[in-house]
């Protein structure tokens, strides 16, 4: 959704707006933003979210409209794209009930009146089928979400044996619970009883949400080399890819998984859950562990600081930058076009030039 500090959603959103400038409404963003920023409450956002698309819906009636998961009009029929990022809503229902809310009894609608539905991976198809049975095969595509730091992002970072002797590893995006940051947190503390020089860098992350729930401290945590930052720009994200030793990203669950790519942009060797969508997005660039067998991860990370998976290191980040050169904007925004085009020339005989982007995620 739009905002001064995008998640992965919005991250997708201004990707699209970027290869298709001409399907921005702007004051419908300036709309969403102050809504995103301004309201605290998760619920009044969900509800002057909606209330906004309504009115958009009208306003524009007659238009091609590409909305999002996180609100799509209710009312009245048209051509739409509706784009499916992710079900972790509703596999982590304890997260944002609110929004379950919104899945259970909105989402199947907003699909239902959609000409097409896209979605980000084959793993995100698979799930719209299963959550909502009644919708139709033939009218779902998958395109994978268009991501502006791997184009702005420069190819390279350190080589591996500078990155080896920092020690610091990097976890990227830590806002919910199934992000997993206490088994990133479990295993650094049990390398550095072991003997292990290493730390953590955690961006992106809501402090308060894991010490509630696991009881630790952060400030405690510094004593083991764990440093969080609650945001950071895009600037300093390259730079911190381009020198970590690795990317640990153990999500339980993920739409497609932004962080590993750009991770291996800057070669950046991956370590990653092991979890269909992410060997859907990462394929062989990345080392996959068990989050779910214990001392797993911890295993992984000592076999790497060893020395011992050097060589296959080297390989994976030369299967990284192939990886990730998959997701570039420029092999995504073709796409969309044609699933833009598609849409249109059934509904209004071609004109293109008439689509326009309701919600800007």
């Known amino acids: 959704m739009s905002s001064r500090r995008p998640t992965g959603l919005g991250v997708a959103g201004d990707g699209l707006l970027r290869y298709f400038p001409e399907c921005q409404d702007a004051f419908s963003e300036t709309v969403y933003r ?64 609110a929004q379950v809310l919104g899945y259970l009894f909105l989402l199947p609608k907003a699909v239902t009146k959609s000409s097409l539905v896209v979605v980000i991976s084959g793993h995100a198809r698979d799930e719209l089928l299963r959550y909502l049975p009644g919708t139709r095969p033939d009218k779902v595509r998958i395109i994978p979400s268009i991501s502006t730091r791997l184009e702005a992002f420069k190819k390279g970072g350190d080589d591996w044996q500078t990155r080896l002797k920092k020690g610091r590893f990097l976890f990227v995006g830590a806002n919910f619970l199934h992000k997993k940051l206490d088994v990133a947190i479990e295993a650094v503390i049990e390398l550095a009883k072991r003997g292990w020089n290493v730390g953590l860098d955690v961006v992106g992350v809501s402090e308060s949400i894991w010490e509630k729930s696991f009881g630790f401290k952060f400030a405690d945590l510094k004593e083991f080399g764990i440093v969080t930052k609650s945001y950071v720009s895009d600037a300093e994200l390259e730079v911190l890819y381009s020198e970590a030793t690795l990317l640990l990203f153990l999500s339980e669950c993920e739409g497609l998984g932004f962080p590993p790519l750009e991770a291996m942009r800057k070669n950046c060797p991956v370590v990653c859950n092991d979890t269909p969508e992410l060997r859907d997005t990462c394929g062989d660039a990345a080392f996959f562990a068990d989050i779910t067998q214990k001392g797993a991860v911890t295993a992984m990370l000592e076999q790497i600081l060893s020395g011992k998976l ?28 044609s699933v833009i085009d598609e849409c249109s020339i059934a509904g209004a005989a071609g004109k293109v030039q008439e689509k326009m982007v309701l919600n800007p995620p």
């Open 34 to 97: 102050f809504i995103n920023d301004r309201i605290g409450s998760r619920l009044l956002r969900i509800l002057f979210r909606q209330l906004a698309t309504e009115f958009f819906a009208w306003k524009h009636r007659g238009r091609l409209l590409i909305v999002s998961t996180h609100q799509g009009p209710l009312s009245g029929r048209g051509r739409r794209i509706i784009v499916v990022h992710d079900f972790t809503t509703l596999r982590r229902p304890y997260q944002n009930l």
């Open 310 to 337: 050097t060589e296959e290191i080297n390989r994976k980040v030369l299967l990284g930058n192939e990886q990730a050169s998959k997701f570039e904007p420029a092999n995504i925004a073709p796409r969309w076009t």
